[in-house]
């Protein structure tokens, strides 16, 4: 089952319009929710995305394994400060080849040594630095909203309130 959405204001410190962003988030915070992502998704509607919001800064691999849309991801900092971004390309055909994983307890079973597991693998992305928070939008979103490295984030929910970094 999915989390309510979050509404929330992304405003970007280094945009001289100073124009907060709207988006709307799905919040990933539990070990379940941080490994599925946004695998299984086939439509991702405009300014959507999903916030893995990590309790303490880590490295981070963010794979397309079982993903079926295109993805740019943000990394950002403790700081809030957007420190990487990634366009990610999903591959569908590569999923025919296996049976379909729908569910969490699914990926348990599969063997993470197999061609197509290493294939995902070597296709993802690993940040530089630890992470507090990585951002998931579709592909080219932070590109089309003048989102760039170095941008630090504030992000407020619908009510004005800021959003805190401990989940």
């Known amino acids: 089952m999915r989390k309510p959405l979050?509404?929330?204001l992304l405003t970007?410190?280094?945009v001289a319009r100073g124009t907060p962003v709207p988006i709307t988030l799905e919040h990933a915070t539990t070990a379940e929710e941080l490994t599925w992502g946004l695998m299984q998704r086939h439509f991702l509607p405009a300014n959507h995305g999903m916030l893995f919001h990590y309790s303490m800064p880590r490295y981070?691999?963010?794979w397309m394994f079982n993903c079926f849309i295109d993805l740019s991801v943000a990394f950002i900092d403790d700081q809030n400060i957007i420190?990487?971004?990634h366009e990610l390309k999903a591959h569908p055909h590569k999923m025919a080849t296996i049976s379909p994983i729908t569910h969490y307890q699914s990926l348990n079973c599969y063997l993470i040594e197999s061609p197509v597991a290493h294939f995902f693998l070597s296709e993802g992305v690993k940040s530089h630095f630890p992470v507090s928070f990585v951002l998931e939008m579709n592909a080219e979103w932070f590109a089309r909203s003048g989102v760039h490295l170095g941008d630090t984030i504030q992000w407020k929910n619908n009510n004005g309130t800021i959003f805190?970094?401990?989940p």
């Open 6 to 8: 979050l509404f929330l």
């Open 12 to 14: 970007l410190s280094s």
């Open 60 to 62: 981070v691999h963010i």
């Open 83 to 85: 420190r990487e971004i």
């Open 164 to 166: 805190r970094q401990n």
